[in-house]
């Protein structure tokens, strides 16, 4: 009696079995990683289809309404025309307190200031032959060149008549000649008051060493003092005229002024005084600004 012995395994078969297992494992394998793409591309593409939902901070950020943005021009054609463009200040000049008189003809310069008056040519000769004693040359010939006067109102509520500096120059004289004086006096008033006699004396002012002469006269309370300085050069004798005449006649509220302090004006003049050579020919008389000091006072 044969044994059938069922659970007898053929080597071949079992082999047989086992590649066909391990068949199938590697085609499920495959299969389940097919189908597993399968679903990730089903997955993406309805995701990239679904709308997408705005950041809620993107949508606040885009929703805010943006400053307005102002440039100013660096460059450009206008940027250079206004960089380009001159500021123009108002300059303020002022005239100068000191102004300068010079005859070319005479070779006569001086300076004086500028709220006094000046006269040249006929004007200063009509002045100069006003006063009691025009000139005080030893010999006539003598012509007025330039007259600066004094304005009184210098002295408020004073008793100032007149006060100025002239300039008088005569080639007929020599230079011993040109030291002396007329030693002319005024006429004698009706009252018989006399003028007072003349002083000499050699003085040194600026640059000069003239010969100088002093003259008082007064004619009731009027008060008249002149002075007087000669200096030879150029060929000619030159002579500076300081005269200051005073009322004695006070106004209410007024005082009487002394005419030492008027004095003292006028020879800062004749201290500013130069001479130089003369012209040949005869020139204008120019009168120039001179830079700003202190006044000629």
């Not at 070779?107 to 025009?134: M, W």
């Not at 004749?270 to 009168?287: D, G, M, N, Q, Y």
Request: hydrophobic share 40%; charged share 20%.
């Amino acid at each position: 009696m044969n044994r059938i012995n069922l659970f007898r395994t053929d080597p071949a078969r079992l082999d047989s079995l086992v590649w066909g297992k391990t068949n199938f494992d590697k085609t499920a394998s495959t299969l389940a990683f097919a189908g597993l793409l399968i679903v990730c591309s089903v997955a993406v593409g309805c995701s990239s289809d679904k709308p997408k939902t705005a950041n809620s901070t993107n949508q606040v950020a885009m929703t805010q309404p943006m400053p307005p943005i102002t440039t100013t021009p660096t460059n450009g054609p206008d940027a250079a025309a206004l960089a380009a463009k001159p500021v123009h200040k108002k300059v303020v000049r002022k005239a100068p307190v000191i102004v300068t008189y010079a005859d070319k003809a005479s070779g006569i310069s001086f300076q004086y200031p500028r709220k006094y008056s000046l006269e040249t040519g006929e004007a200063a000769n009509q002045l100069v032959a006003s006063d009691p004693v025009p000139m005080n040359f030893v010999q006539p010939g003598g012509v007025a060149i330039a007259a600066v006067t004094l304005p009184t109102s210098v002295y408020p509520n004073g008793d100032l008549a007149a006060a100025f500096f002239d300039v008088s120059v005569n080639k007929a004289l020599t230079a011993e000649q040109c030291g002396e004086f007329s030693e002319a006096k005024p006429t004698t008033p009706a009252d018989g008051t006399a003028p007072a006699g003349a002083q000499h004396s050699k003085r040194m002012i600026g640059d000069m060493e003239l010969q100088s002469s002093e003259t008082l006269a007064s004619q009731g309370t009027r008060e008249e003092a002149s002075k007087y300085y000669h200096v030879f050069g150029n060929g000619a004798c030159y002579e500076f005229a300081l005269k200051v005449a005073t009322t004695g006649v006070e106004s209410e509220g007024g005082k009487h002024v002394d005419n030492k302090d008027v004095f003292q004006r006028l020879e800062r003049i004749l201290a500013s005084v130069k001479i130089t050579p003369a012209a040949e020919e005869t020139a204008s008389t120019p009168v120039t600004p001179a830079a700003a000091t202190a006044p000629a006072q």
